[in-house]
């Protein structure tokens, strides 16, 4: 498994940005595909976006579409993820996700995850 930390995250406005970032280590991060998901209080944890280990592939949820953008460094071992134009529907505790077969992260059962940072968007 990679080790992942998700950081970023905080109290923002409606119409405010936040960029996320999910540091890896302890494998070779870029035979790794990513992900993010989110869950709020009382509901299931649900995709947000995901990235291939290239960087040349990405999918997103249509609630985030056109909104977030996902992105990898793979010489510095990062996954990002900007955030703009925030709705109070975006909070939640957002997650990164590793795994070496892109359809488990669609499927949200990759083989590592993160701890969570906390995005929370006031209106």
């Known amino acids: 498994q990679v080790q992942l930390v998700e950081s970023g995250g905080g109290l923002v406005q409606a119409g405010d940005s936040l960029r996320l970032s999910c540091a890896a280590s302890?494998?070779?991060?870029?035979?790794?595909?990513m992900g993010w998901f989110r869950q709020a209080p009382g509901k299931e944890r649900e995709f947000v976006a995901a990235i291939n280990w290239t960087g040349g592939r990405t999918y997103y949820a249509d609630s985030v579409k056109g909104r977030f953008t996902i992105s990898r460094d793979n010489a510095k071992n990062t996954m990002y993820l900007q955030m703009n134009s925030l709705k109070p529907e975006d909070t939640a505790l957002y997650y990164c996700?590793?795994?070496?077969?892109?359809?488990?992260?669609?499927?949200?059962?990759?083989?590592?995850w993160g701890q969570g940072t906390q995005v929370t968007v006031s209106s």
């Open positions: 302890g494998r070779t991060f870029s035979n790794y595909h």
């Open positions: 996700a590793a795994d070496t077969v892109f359809g488990r992260i669609l499927a949200a059962t990759g083989d590592s």
